[in-house]
Structure formats: structure tokens, C-alpha cells
């Protein structure tokens, strides 16, 4: 009984960002369709066809990174809970982070001593990882480090995943609006990727907690039950 209306929960959290997602999606594109319309009028001036252009690449952007920023949830139906070694899920989301990190002159350090097995969705968790180290390596734009690491707590039966970074850091202000829904200071951010860490992490009955210092850098601690091998 109280397993189900946790489940439930949980499926309300994700089924309201998946509301919120499209509403976020559509507004881009009804742009695009309306400059496209635009731009096949004939008469319209070579410098005009440009900026219409521009825009139109821009809201496709735009429209690109909500939907990447919620890649894995938007398809909750797919769903399927499972063991996750966790080597394996840091390694697979630092190889998808790798392209990344270059270009922004990031070294990624995964310094990953034991094993560890917590239980979820493999495609949600490794979706809250890369957005916390794409939040990272887009904190550190002349370049940095990014290190995951966790340690295990065998007597409490809990893991607590690190992942530093050596960028800009917030003050407690922004500190303190992390996570809710399209806060964002970037100017192409869509403030929906930790809104997504958060949730994925609190349906894998995990906590976070983030400290930060302006200039030095941000730290994420994730706290998740331990399963035992089978
Ligand atoms: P977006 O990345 O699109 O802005 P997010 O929800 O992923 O949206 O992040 C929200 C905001 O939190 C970011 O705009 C940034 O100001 C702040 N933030 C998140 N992670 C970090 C980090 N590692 N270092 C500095 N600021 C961060
Ligand atoms: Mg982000």
C-alpha cells in the first residue's frame, strides 16, 4: 500500500515534467514555423533572410537542448528498474561527456577504487550524471577538472557519489534556486537539467547535496541505498 502510493508519486513527478517539457518545446518550434513562413516571401531582403535564419537555428537549439536536458525521462514508458554497477554507469556517462570535455579543454578523472551496486533506471541515472557534469564542464569555459569518484559505507549500506569540478562556483543565492524548474543563468540554458537530477535521484530514494565556492568550484554529493549483488 504505501509502496504504491510512493510509486505513484514518483510517476507524478516525472508525468509533470514530461507536461512541462513539451509546453517548453512546442514554444520553439511554433517559432520556427512562423519564420520559415517568412522567409519564403520573395520579397524579402537578403539581410532580413539572414536574421530569420539565424533565428530559426537558434530556436532549433534551443528546442535540441530541452529535449537532451530530459533525454531518458521522456520516455517513462520504456522504464525498466534494475541493478546498476556503478562503475560501469560513471564510465559510460564520462565516455558520453568525453567530446565535451575536450572542447572545453576539461580532463575528466574518474578515480574509482571498488565496486558498487545501487538499484533504478540505468538510462535515468546515467541522464542525471551527464547533466551534472555537463552543469560542470559548462562552469569551467577556460578549461578544468572533473572528477567522479564515490566512496562505499558498508555498515549504513549507502554509497555517496562526488562529482567536483573546478569552475566558477555559485553563492548561496544560487545555490539555493538549484533544481527548481527553468532557472537558469545561461543564455541558451533551459534551467531543466537539475530539475531532472533532482527528481532522479529522489525516485531512486537518494539524496543530494551541492557546495559550492565562487572561483573555486562546485561538488555534488549523492547519497544511494546500496543492493545487494545477486
Ligand atoms: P542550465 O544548465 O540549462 O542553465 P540547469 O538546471 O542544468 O540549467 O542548471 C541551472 C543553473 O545552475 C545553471 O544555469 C548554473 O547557473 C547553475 N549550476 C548548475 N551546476 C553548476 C556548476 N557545476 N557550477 C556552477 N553553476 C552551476
Ligand atoms: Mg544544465
Do not use: C, W
Not at 519564403?40 to 537558434?58: G, Q, V, Y
Not at 541515472?125 to 569518484?149: C, H, W
Amino acid at each position: 500500500m504505501q509502496e504504491d502510493i510512493i510509486q505513484a508519486e514518483k510517476m507524478k513527478v516525472v508525468s509533470e515534467i514530461a507536461a512541462s517539457v513539451a509546453h517548453e518545446v512546442r514554444n520553439p518550434l511554433t517559432s520556427v514555423r512562423g519564420f520559415i513562413q517568412l522567409l519564403s516571401d520573395p520579397a524579402l531582403n537578403d539581410r532580413k533572410r539572414r536574421e530569420f535564419s539565424s533565428i530559426t537555428l537558434e530556436e532549433l537549439d534551443r528546442a535540441e537542448a530541452i529535449i537532451s536536458d530530459y533525454l531518458s525521462l521522456a520516455k517513462p514508458q520504456i522504464e525498466r528498474l534494475e541493478p546498476i554497477v556503478l562503475e560501469d554507469a560513471l564510465a559510460k556517462a564520462s565516455q558520453i561527456l568525453s567530446s565535451y570535455a575536450n572542447l572545453q579543454n576539461v580532463e575528466i578523472i574518474t578515480d574509482i577504487k571498488l565496486t558498487a551496486t545501487v538499484y533504478g533506471s540505468k538510462s535515468k541515472f546515467r541522464q542525471a550524471i551527464i547533466n551534472i557534469g555537463k552543469n560542470a564542464i559548462e562552469a569551467m569555459p577556460r578549461g578544468g577538472m572533473l572528477t567522479l569518484t564515490y566512496t562505499v559505507n558498508m555498515p549504513n549500506q549507502i554509497v555517496t557519489i562526488t562529482i567536483a569540478d573546478t569552475g566558477i562556483g555559485m553563492n548561496d543565492e544560487q545555490l539555493k534556486r538549484l533544481g527548481s524548474p527553468y532557472y537558469t543563468t545561461k543564455d541558451k540554458g533551459t534551467g531543466l537539467g537539475t530539475m531532472v537530477i533532482f527528481s532522479v535521484i529522489r525516485s531512486m530514494n537518494g539524496k543530494i547535496e551541492v557546495r559550492s565556492k565562487e572561483g573555486e568550484g562546485t561538488t555534488y554529493f549523492i547519497t544511494l541505498p546500496l543492493t545487494q549483488q545477486a
